[in-house]
Structure formats: structure tokens, C-alpha cells
């Protein structure tokens, strides 16, 4: 992951709505949510969740397919590996293991 890409994604995950937004489908994993259901858990209008949902798939943190009527989100696992990858690959002189830190698991996210 590159400084622009590391910078829109942790930009479109500074709200809190998104956040929200993003944890529920980071434990949803492979079954995603439907955009209705996010907007009904986290506690704001539909509309609203559109707009949190289009910026985190600008980012290229989520993605959304169609069933139905429905769009179901997910998280994309690789790019959420890429930016934790990013944001510990300095830590502790590019030895990560000394701040506690692993690189995370091909089964994160």
C-alpha cells in the first residue's frame, strides 16, 4: 500500500459512522451486510449510510454486490492487510515483533 491509498483509507474510516459501519462488516466477514441493515444498526437514516458507504468504497475498503434488490457490502481483506502492513512495517526499526506487534494473518479480515 502506497502513503495515498494508506491516507484515504484511514480518512474514510475517521468518522464515526463509518467506523461503525466498517467493524459491523469487518465481523460479518464473507456474508456482508445489506446496506438497510448497517443503516438500522448503526442508527442513522439510509441516505446517510449511502454517502459513509460510497466513501469507503472510494477508499477501496469495502465493495457491494447485488442480491436481489439489495446491495450486501463486504470488507476487502486484502486492502485492510495492506494498510495494517503499512502502519506497522516502520514500527520499532522495521522489527515490529519488538513493539508486540505480528504481521497480520492470511485469516484477518
Do not use: W
Request: glycine share 10%; aromatic share 2%; proline share 4%.
Amino acid at each position: 500500500m502506497d502513503t495515498n491509498n494508506a491516507i484515504a483509507a484511514l480518512g474514510a474510516l475517521a468518522q464515526e459512522h463509518r467506523l461503525s459501519a466498517f467493524r459491523l462488516l469487518a465481523q460479518m466477514g464473507e456474508t456482508g451486510m445489506a446496506a438497510g441493515e448497517l443503516a438500522r444498526k448503526v442508527g442513522i437514516p439510509h441516505n446517510t449510510m449511502s454517502s459513509h458507504l460510497a466513501t469507503l468504497s472510494n477508499a477501496g475498503l469495502i465493495r457491494a454486490t447485488r442480491d436481489g434488490r439489495s446491495m450486501i457490502y463486504r470488507i476487502v481483506p486484502e486492502v485492510m492487510r495492506g494498510l495494517l502492513g503499512f502502519l506497522t512495517d516502520d514500527c520499532c526499526h522495521g522489527r515490529p515483533e519488538l513493539c508486540g506487534l505480528t504481521a497480520p494473518s492470511k485469516d484477518c479480515c
